[in-house]
């Protein structure tokens, strides 16, 4: 019980966190993030307290790095960078269910936006 309180209570906030300054607008990029951060909440096994913390101070890493950045190959390769850091505080069962449900909403939202989407384009194939 108290560990779905932590989970429920603490993953939410990586889902509700919204992109950084400067950055895509609500609905394209800032919506692959609250996808990500769903996914995170949904893991199969769940994501310990610990990973939580971990994960969250990776993601505020990664939104440091990308305050002032401007230019798309940096911001991806710092998203790339972000979610080989989690993959790598899960556990291999954690990291594969992550990998499915990313894969999966990558294809959703090409399917849902051929031409590129409300953010620019679709999300990167990382």
């Known amino acids: 019980m108290l560990l779905g309180a932590v989970m429920f209570g603490a993953v939410p906030a990586l889902a509700q966190d919204g992109p950084p300054p400067g950055g895509p607008p609500p609905g394209g990029r800032g919506a692959y993030q609250r996808i990500e951060g769903e996914i995170l909440k949904n893991l199969h096994p769940p994501l310990s307290p610990k990973q939580i913390d971990q994960i969250k101070a990776a993601r505020a890493e990664m939104m440091k790095q990308n305050e002032n950045v401007t230019d798309r190959a940096t911001r991806m390769a710092n998203g790339k960078a972000f979610r080989d850091k989690i993959t790598s505080i899960m556990t291999p069962a954690q990291a594969a269910d992550f990998k499915k449900q990313m894969d999966a909403a990558r294809a959703k939202m090409r399917a849902e936006h051929p031409d590129g989407g409300p953010g ?6 990382q």
Do not use: D
């Not at 620019?120 to 194939?125: A, D, E, L, M, Q």
């Open 120 to 125: 620019g384009g679709p999300p990167p194939n």
